[in-house]
């Protein structure tokens, strides 16, 4: 799926995206109670589905939900740092999109 002028589109998970000139960012976070930790990760690829770059990062003790929410602002700022303005996001976590459109507003905040 991707967000687009606040509007979701659903993608089968095989569908490449063909958008020349954008990336995509695909995200995925893993957390572990037992152990007190999360960690958030992903890749970016061209248009053509060819890998660009990837990222991973520890967290630290996070809920599934903020570290799939992290996992998309950290994919965003190595994106729009590299100066890509359109970008499809993939995540296969509902709850995260849904807070993201839910507060559209800007005032969502992650201390």
Not at 30 to 56: K, P, T
């Amino acid at each position: 799926m991707f967000l687009r002028d606040y509007r979701v589109v659903y993608l089968e998970e095989s569908e490449p995206i063909h958008f020349p000139s954008w990336v995509s960012l695909s995200t995925n976070s893993s957390v572990r109670f037992d152990e007190g930790f999360a960690i958030d990760g992903g890749c970016v690829r061209d248009h053509n589905g060819e890998w660009i770059i990837g990222f991973a990062k520890y967290l630290g003790n996070f809920t599934v939900l903020e570290a799939e929410l992290w996992g998309i602002l950290d994919g965003l700022k190595l994106i729009l740092d590299r100066r890509f303005e359109k970008i499809p996001i993939q995540t296969d976590s509902i709850e995260a999109i849904n807070v993201i459109l839910e507060d559209s507003s800007g005032t969502l905040t992650m201390s």
